[in-house]
């Protein structure tokens, strides 16, 4: 039975696409998962894979046609059979298949348990494919269950894939750096290989893969390679915990926030380049990919500004009253709380108030209908290497300042560690950024999608202000507020940015509920 081959379902912003390119041609093997046909939009382009192995029979529309959406493109028939299939010997006996042996990827070492595959983990709707980051296990390298195999970054987050029993990795078939769709076979894996397999193994392929490189004295997967060339580290700093002292990603990472493995000049180097200065034509370039995370952040952006109708109101808060009592029971809330009182719990706590009070605010756009949210999950946007993510605190209503604080100080921790989950990044409605912490005074954020408004903090700075028809120099921040005009009237949103305003100036309304 002929399997049907059909266009991915568009969003309600794209009415049709064009095929740009096909990849296989009639009577071509296809495999499952294998990219077939590519789809480009106004806006990306899609890829649509095989689900069976089979072979393309029919290809129904040829490139640069214009098709819509869910329509069906060409067939794929069955075909022969899949080389990994058992095969009858002479005698007429099934030979063993990958399904029962290690021993040709293991150097003789054969397993005495069946084989996996070691698939990618089912990615959500909103993530569309990953990238195969870092192998931390090499083929006929010994493994524990539940020891990572594998690491895949998204656009959002970095996930594990672990060892699904004690064993060793017969066959790595996604190569670091390969793109990786939602639970796309990784590698093979076969329980119960004696640990000694590592030994047969030949030494390039478990210390000096064919991707890795040795520079100096370490040996550099690939990930590490790119991060050690971005931020420009002396390699021979750094300490490598992968086998035989392989240096990994997360060796580079550490060396980088601990500051460790910065080059320092080499003697001589200002009287050389003194004697030798750079000739008036010269200017260095240097060219790296774009991250998952920043190609991501960068479409959402732009999308947010070209569907939103997008206005910003500004206002000011005398940040007097939260300072002093910052100030007198910051010691005491630390000492009770385990956690450092900071604003941010101030402002959450306020932006929870004011959302009930302005459930529009609250409110997100689906298509052609309005939601509105009886709870109040804020995001918090949180900066890291990798660029910016946004952690949802869920139910802040009911949410103390300590419970507040303890979980921005938590998200921060994890999402520089890369161990932030997908699902704390989903279904917020509500979003606060603080662009203060890097000096910043005055700024237009940009609304978080499919929420219709965010809060902008800013530094705050000593100003003469007319208090009582006197001058007084007080701590004064600005906050932006930009809304969706399609959703928000200026008035509410005018009114929304005062009741915050208020509740920051008179921390006690906070606690009375006024």
Do not use: C
């Amino acid at each position: 039975m002929a399997t049907e081959i059909k266009a991915p379902t568009f969003p309600e912003s794209i009415a049709e696409g064009s095929v740009a390119a096909w990849h296989k041609s009639p009577g071509d093997r296809v495999e499952r998962d294998e990219l077939i046909v590519e789809i480009e939009t106004d806006k990306v382009v899609l890829e649509v894979v095989a689900l069976e192995a089979g072979t393309l029979q029919e290809v129904l529309v040829e490139e640069g046609d214009t098709v819509q959406s869910e329509q069906v493109l060409g067939r794929i028939g069955a075909g022969e059979a899949q080389s990994g299939q058992p095969q009858a010997s002479e005698g007429g006996q099934p030979q063993a298949s990958d399904n029962n042996t290690a021993e040709a990827a293991t150097g003789g070492a054969v397993a005495t348990g069946k084989n996996h595959q070691v698939k990618a983990p089912t990615f959500p709707e909103s993530i569309q494919e990953g990238s195969v980051a870092t192998w931390h296990k090499q083929v006929g390298e010994a493994v524990q269950r539940d020891e990572v195999l594998v690491e895949i970054e998204t656009d959002k987050v970095v996930l594990e894939v672990v060892a699904p029993a004690d064993g060793a990795l017969t066959e790595i078939k996604a190569e670091e750096g390969s793109q990786v769709e939602s639970e796309a076979v990784l590698a093979i894996f076969a329980e119960g290989v004696a640990a000694t397999a590592a030994d047969k193994v030949p030494a390039a392929s478990a210390d000096d893969g064919a991707s890795d490189e040795k520079v100096g004295d370490k040996i550099l997967a690939p990930a590490a390679r790119k991060l050690v060339a971005e931020h420009d580290l002396d390699v021979s700093k750094i300490e490598g915990t992968g086998k035989g002292g392989r240096v990994l990603k997360e060796d580079v990472q550490r060396a980088v926030q601990a500051g460790t493995a910065k080059k320092s000049a080499a003697p001589g180097a200002t009287r050389q380049a003194a004697a030798a200065p750079v000739s008036q034509g010269e200017r260095i370039e240097k060219r790296v990919p774009m991250s998952r995370l920043r190609q991501t952040i960068a479409k959402r952006l732009v999308h947010a500004q070209q569907t939103a109708a997008m206005l910003t109101t500004y206002n000011e808060v005398d940040m007097g009253a939260v300072m002093d009592l910052r100030a007198q029971y910051k010691e005491t809330f630390q000492k009770a709380h385990d956690v450092k009182l900071g604003f941010m719990g101030f402002f959450v706590k306020a932006a929870a108030e004011a959302l009930k009070r302005f459930p529009d605010v609250n409110a997100s756009i689906d298509g052609t209908e309005i939601v509105y949210h009886g709870y109040q999950d804020i995001g918090v946007a949180v900066s890291t290497d990798r660029g910016l993510v946004v952690p949802v605190l869920r139910d802040t209503d009911s949410m103390k300042i300590a419970d507040v604080e303890k979980g921005i100080v938590d998200f921060g921790k994890r999402a520089r560690d890369g161990k932030l989950g997908i699902e704390e990044m989903q279904g917020g409605t509500f979003t606060i950024t603080n662009g203060g912490i890097f000096g910043s005074l005055m700024s237009t954020p940009i609304i978080n999608p499919p929420q219709t408004a965010i809060l902008g903090m800013h530094k705050i700075q000593q100003r003469p202000m007319a208090v009582d028809g006197k001058v007084e120099i007080r701590p004064m921040m600005y906050l932006a507020l930009s809304y969706d005009h399609r959703m928000i009237d200026g008035k509410d949103a005018v009114l929304f940015l005062v009741t915050i305003k208020e509740l920051l100036e008179d921390p006690a309304r906070l606690l009375l509920d006024i």
